[in-house]
């Protein structure tokens, strides 16, 4: 089983539209949870944080579910600007509590 | 706003020959990554240091991988024989905390090996 496994998509949503990614990840132990966002040939950029309590940024909102090891993404009233590869990333356990393990990234493409 | 650098944005070499890649991580940070990610392949970890020393590193970075902080500014990642293998986008990041800190990346060296 992949450590962060994300739908690749591509998704290709109509601007305005709302937008859902999920992610699973099969640590345990992992303590942190990230969602990153990759322009093309870009370094990953720190999009939110995700905490159990669920959390909201603007338009975007993530959810953590530590029990079934699933994590979410939800991008309300897209804008072309968010078309990006998002990337599912958790730390990893207690040992490994510096490294940032990354899914393969969900690709999204907003269409005027 | 501050900034990781990495030099050089692009590096062209041949099978075998020995790669440097330089990263200025953010002045007051602690921790440093070095990542990579293989065209069209996820971001994958190489290995972290803090300390002056390699806090943890993975699988990929074997004997041929070496890191070094050699002034207090630069934080530099050797190949010691690139192999075709090894041609990827290499990531530098730097954090201020160890544990669910932020990372901050640098725009990355792209490393081409024929």
């Known amino acids: 089983r992949k450590e962060v496994e994300q739908d690749p998509g591509p998704f290709n949503v109509p601007e305005g539209a709302t937008v859902a990614f999920n992610c699973t990840y099969s640590?345990?132990?992992?303590?942190?949870f990230f969602w990153y966002r990759q322009d093309c040939r870009k370094e990953p950029k720190l999009l939110m944080s995700?905490?159990?309590s669920g959390n909201e940024d603007g338009r975007f909102t993530a959810q953590l579910n530590r029990a079934s090891q699933y994590i979410s993404l939800l991008i309300r009233d897209s804008k072309l600007s968010d078309s990006a590869t998002y990337l599912c990333?958790?730390?990893?356990?207690?040992?490994?509590?510096?490294?940032?393990?990354f899914g393969q990234g969900t690709r999204l493409t907003i269409n005027p | 706003e501050p900034e990781v650098t990495q030099t050089p944005s692009h590096q062209v070499t041949q099978m075998g020959q020995e790669v440097i890649l330089r990263c200025v991580p953010i002045?007051?940070?602690?921790?440093f990554y070095w990542y990579r990610q293989i065209l069209g392949q996820k971001v994958e970890f190489l290995v972290s240091?803090?300390?002056?020393?390699?806090?943890?590193k993975s699988e990929i970075f074997d004997d041929q991988f070496s890191v070094e902080r050699p002034d207090g500014s630069n934080f530099t990642l050797k190949i010691r024989s690139t192999k075709l293998e090894d041609s990827a986008m290499y990531f530098c990041?730097?954090?201020?905390?160890?544990?669910?800190?932020?990372?901050?990346f640098g725009e990355g060296s792209r490393l081409t090996v024929l």
């Open positions: 990041a730097s954090s201020e905390h160890r544990r669910g800190g932020e990372l901050f």
């Open positions: 240091f803090y300390n002056n020393e390699i806090s943890e």
């Open positions: 640590n345990s132990a992992s303590q942190s």
């Open positions: 995700v905490y159990s």
């Open positions: 002045s007051n940070h602690l921790y």
């Open positions: 990333v958790v730390t990893g356990g207690i040992q490994g509590a510096q490294k940032l393990v």
